[in-house]
């Protein structure tokens, strides 16, 4: 039985794909994206009129290092599901820092945004705005090669973390700020973020009055790049409450456009920064930024020398939420508005972000991995939830998930759900008992005669190991019940 998703993950996603070049009546190619992008219900319009002589003619144009997709297996599962296209899909638009947004998906302040032709051929491709690379005083020269990542098992070009030793814009200053001078004259409704970061207060006040001065529509404060070669800047800064909450205040007392610090994750507390931030009267916070840390693959030497550096990629969400939520949830900081960043590749990805508060996200891994293209399926993913759950603005979401979180200690721990095995998925493979007798309860059985697992109950302490680890989604749960005495 065909796996879409995993079969879609094998794809390469070709430029110009050759699979798309020889099927007149569909796009293959985008039908793959839609489903590698987490819109497998929508992908079969892609290819619902395609023949399957095209679908076949597309798998054998397929340029796969190892075998074609089977994209003949894909379209005529895609299209079993398709969900029917509609005129009147909601508007994305939302209002960030009192500036209108046509939709929440940002270009982050990195290696994706660092020319005019790049953020106007996103902006071009449907993202709603960019938080230009970030811009210095300082004279910035990298190191080669600067980018390094962790790959998933047997996987060629998929990373699930990346790591970056970048720093800042290398261009003239004055270049920069005419770069985002003209994006925002030749795009008025695309939103401008100047990025910049200073090392002492002249700095900062001088680069965010550039950035009011070229139009930009709020300046972010980049006060957690944590691979900065000279001292007191980058998570230098981030890390220090009080030196946050002088330059947040020197910045906002210079400019009258929505002043934004972005946080680092470097700290045990985010809120103790963030709160200085706060208090200086800072409009918005992002967060967040690399996660320092050490990686050992080929790229990750520079003339036989190693350093830590920055991680993103997919892999460091969870973290990145943990830290938005500590902030969103910290009861002395009230009507300030969050941007999000931190592992988003698909619009779920975003729409987790913003059920935590976020109003909007921004991204810069996902771009570099696969490029600006991705928007289509953030912006129609999006939209079609909104639609499914009958919302018709994008604000009804935001924070919607913040009344569920509590402390540990106020969770209940007087009832128990058990897991429970659909005979019908489950292959027999064993995965449920090898992980719970190793590292679980003991409490699954297997007969290696008729390989079926079986859960003891009187063992058994949901604790759902055996749900996470079955392949084949054949472990689920039952109702909620008090636990026995």
Partial sequence: MLHIHEEAARCLLCADAPCSRVCKNGDPARAIRAIRFANEKMA?????????????????????????????????????????????????AIDFCGIACENPFFLASSAVCTNYEMVARAFEMGWAGV????????????????????????????????????????NPVEMDFDILRRLKQNYPTKVVVASIMGQNEEDWITLAKMAEEAGCDAVELNYSC????????????????????????????S??????????????????PAMGAYFAGADAISAINTIKSVTLGDGSEVSGCQTGSGLSGRAVKPIALRHILAMVKNPMMKNIQYSGIGGIETWRDALE???????????????MQYGYRIIDDMILGLQHYMAEKGSVALE??????????????????TTIVYPQIDRERCIGCGRCYTS????????ITFDNTTRQPHIVGTKCVGCHLC???????????????????
């Fill in 226 to 253: 944590p691979q900065m070669r000279q001292t007191g800047m980058g998570s230098d800064v981030g890390q220090d409450p009080e030196l946050v909450t002088f330059f947040t205040a020197y910045v906002k007392r």
């Fill in 131 to 170: 938080f230009y690379k970030t811009i210095c005083l300082q004279d910035i020269k990298e190191v080669s090669p600067r980018f390094d990542a962790v790959y998933d098992h047997g996987s060629h070009g998929n990373f699930y973390a990346f790591r970056n030793m970048e720093q800042l814009s290398e």
């Fill in 396 to 413: 009804t979401h935001v924070g919607e998930l913040l009344p569920k979180f509590f402390l540990p200690s106020d969770l209940d721990r």
């Fill in 467 to 485: 749900r996470l680890v079955c392949p084949t989604g054949a472990i689920g749960l039952t109702k909620r019940i008090q636990k026995k005495e």
């Fill in 353 to 367: 972000f913003i059920q935590l508060g976020c109003r909007n996200v921004q991204v810069c891994t996902a771009v």
């Fill in 255 to 272: 400019v009258k456009i929505p002043v934004i610090p972005k946080m680092t994750p470097n700290i045990a507390h985010i809120s103790e």
């Fill in 44 to 92: 079969g319009r892609w290819v619902a009129q395609c023949t399957d002589d095209e679908l076949e003619a597309a798998e054998k144009a397929c340029i796969h290092y190892d075998q074609p997709i089977r994209i003949k297996e894909l379209a005529r599962s895609v299209c079993r599901d398709t969900v029917a296209t509609t005129d009147t899909l909601p508007s994305l």
């Fill in 436 to 443: 719970c007798q190793d590292g679980g309860h003991q409490a």
